[in-house]
């Protein structure tokens, strides 16, 4: 089946169908231009569909042959594909090069998170698929990857009482999966960062 795109006079006619849909008024000042809006937001938070914006990785020479824990940590935000809501918060990864392998440019990871991170998402698909996209920059050498997401999910905070809509994946490969010893260093690292959500 072929798939056509809907031009944007289209997306925005759907737009004001769902303003409608709620009860609103899609001509009243406020929101007339809340379906242009939204279409142009949409390309950005949705960026994660677009092959050529796909971040380039950067991989270096593991010159030292280092085969430790190389940890790091920062924010994402997704969408979920249930509700179309928001869900966000830290995320925490980890890998152990190979060491006569190459390593990564540890920016790259939140390049990577950002990008898989901008699809309708399951936080436990996003952190498979941060994983997958970063393995497979490392052609699959790397001996382990940790990834844990703490997220908080709007779909459950808005609607619930007593939900905070608090949710938690840990994701581990190669050595990681294999060795409690170093998924409990790693997770020494993840409380070193002291965050609350
Ligand atoms: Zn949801």
Known sequence: MEIVAPNA??????????LLAIGENPDREGLAETPDRILRMWKEIFRGYDESRKPTIT?????????????????????????VLPFFGRY???????????ILGISKVARVV????????LQERLAR?????????????????????????????MRGVRNEGNMC?????????????????????????????
């Open 9 to 18: 006079e289209d997306i925005k006619s759907a737009i004001r169908t769902l």
């Open 59 to 83: 991989t270096f020479e593991n010159e030292e042959g280092m085969s430790d824990i190389i940890f790091d940590s920062g924010d994402f935000y997704s969408m979920c594909e249930h509700h």
């Open 92 to 102: 925490y990864f980890a890998y152990i090069p190979s060491p006569g392998g190459r």
């Open 114 to 121: 950002g990008y898989c991170s901008a699809r309708l998402q």
């Open 129 to 157: 698929e941060v994983v997958e996209m970063l393995s497979e920059a490392l052609e699959g050498e790397a001996l382990g990857f940790a990834i844990v997401m703490k997220g908080k999910h709007l779909c459950k905070a």
């Open 169 to 197: 994946v840990a994701h581990f490969t190669g050595v990681f999966k294999q060795q409690a010893e170093l998924r409990n260093e790693f997770y020494r690292l993840v409380e070193m960062q002291n965050d609350r959500l």
